[in-house]
């Protein structure tokens, strides 16, 4: 949050002229640094323990399990454009997840009882929730995490999303069968429209033509064209309809039904193809990979996330546990690139030996090259290690370790903590920077003392 509250005015022209050259050497050292992809990552509300899972779906692991407030039930989740945030509707509030650390940075902004959908404006700036039993959509300033502004649609809202060009919300409201649009300047409904009986999840296509919306208790899906604010076409599907994505190019429509996962044509609005899922699964959710390639969805129980291929509309691997859970919605962010970071475990230790029994710190230095400058690294986002532990004092400091004569960042972590285990011959490091770009870094070790 300092970050976003930092003035960014400057006043006199030297000031300016050093800030451009600061600008285009960062670039030069984004340039030059190696990039390897992190993510993407699907977010998994649970709202059985208030927790979020995390899953790399490059290999289907769950990689992180987020705690949230005690008490609070996870349901629906939007990750921010821009892939830094995941923001979460949990029952009463909206919870902040930060997806460089997957920790949560704000616990609760109270919006009211019954939150259901978000959605974040294509510049980051305000997150709009589906407040069910209010009976209206809350916009919250993300700058500042307080409530800005409310819109009452009445009707017991659920499914909502916003326009790609940020003009205006749809919202389902499950108990008066209508969908409200919300023209996002003036915060005032534009027009209301009649869908079927109780409308859940509500989807838009990318380029914001149409918008699709599952009528649970009508086993149906409403296209409405966003020219005309009018329904063009309702779909049959199977029974009591709920959570639905589409691929990212807008060719088809995925919506999770009972025991199967409907596919729709939307050039013709038809019935295409059906994921059929193993018997007693009730599923909630489903969100399709950035490359379009494969879908997941989420079931509530047993508590797993079923993958499938989209070519075959089959379920394909094995189910991804979500322990102990209650899965429901589910959220992925598009992959973002980790610059690939030089480190130096136990600077001025030539041999990196390390004691894995040891009670002590192991010094870590994250160092400055041409290609990178380390002390731009946040060290409360930096993680160290297996189990990944954060810097034992929770900063860093700086100090020309290899006598280069530019500043590296030096970190210290708990042995105990990191995960490393008598054998190991390498240890990780990830974090980001403060203007939130990703690193990742990996040094040799030498493991001592395990006879
Ligand atoms: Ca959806
Ligand atoms: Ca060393
Ligand atoms: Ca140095």
Partial sequence: ???????????????????????????????AARLTAAGPFAYVADGGFGTVSVIDIETNAVIATISLPAGTQPGQLAVSPDGTRVYVSTGNALAVIDTATNSVVVPSIPVGLGTRSVAISPDGRFAYVAVQFEGRVTIVDTTTNAVVATVNTGGQPTGLKMTPDGSRVYVANSLSGTVSVIDAITETIIATIPVEYNPQDLEMSPDGTRVYVSNFSAASVSVIDTGSN?????????FVPSGMDTTPTGGRLYVVDNGSVAVIDTATNTLSGRVTLPPFHTSRDVAIAPDGTRGYVTINTPPRVLVFETAS???????????????????ITTARDRIAVTLDIKPRDINNSVNPRSNGVIPVAILTTGAFDATAVDPLTVRFGQQGTPEAHGRGHL??????????????????????????????LTGATVTGSLIEGQDLLLTVGCR
């Fill in 399 to 428: 100090e020309d370790v290899n006598g280069d004569g530019r500043l590296d960042l030096v970190l210290h972590f708990r042995t105990d903590k990191s995960g490393i285990k008598c054998g190991d011959g390498n240890a990780k």
């Fill in 230 to 238: 009018m329904v063009v076409a309702t779909i049959s599907v199977g």
């Fill in 1 to 31: 949050m300092a970050k976003k509250t930092r003035s960014t005015r400057v006043a006199d022209s030297s000031r300016t002229s050093r800030g451009r050259v600061s600008v285009v050497s960062a670039l030069l050292f984004l340039c």
């Fill in 313 to 331: 509309n089959t379920v394909v691997g094995d189910p991804i546990l979500i322990e102990n859970g209650i899965p429901e919605g589910i959220a």
